[in-house]
Nanobody, 123 residues
Framework: QVQLVESGGGLVQAGGSLRLSCAVSGRTLPSYTMGWFRQAPGKDYEFVAMINWSGSSTDYADSVKGRFTISRDSAKSTMYLQMNSLKSEDTAVYYC????????????????WGQGTQVTVSS
């Protein structure tokens, strides 16, 4: 069983930046695709970004492409999401995830969830 603990959320003004972290324990970090989902108030879960086991391949939702950067540090068993040029529509609870396989664009592809961290962007 893997444990995922997110941190780094908070309140930021539009145009600002935040870096989310996800500490992983209970499973070897390098072996799995990982990523982030988010859920805005009153909306469904939304794919944000993913990174493969080696860190050599990443993908992003169109809504965050060019503004967010996902990375992972296997030595520290930690994954990161650098969020720049934040917009009010980025306000959501952000979840760290481990995929069942190589892809994680949909909820059914997720094996594990963190508890979530709130990101609030004020306009």
């Amino acid at each position: 069983q893997v444990q995922l603990v997110e941190s780094g959320g908070g309140l930021v003004q539009a145009g600002g930046s935040l870096r989310l972290s996800c500490a992983v324990s209970g499973r070897t970090l390098p072996s799995y695709t990982m990523g982030w989902f988010r859920q805005a108030p009153g909306k469904d879960y939304e794919f944000v970004a993913m990174i493969n086991w080696s860190g050599s391949s990443t993908d992003y939702a169109d809504s965050v492409k060019g503004r967010f950067t996902i990375s992972r540090d296997s030595a520290k068993s930690t994954m990161y999401l650098q969020m720049n040029s934040l917009k009010s529509e980025d306000t959501a609870v952000y979840y760290c995830n481990v995929a069942k396989g190589w892809s994680m664009y949909q909820r059914r592809e997720i094996d594990s969830w963190g508890q979530g961290t709130q990101v609030t962007v004020s306009s």
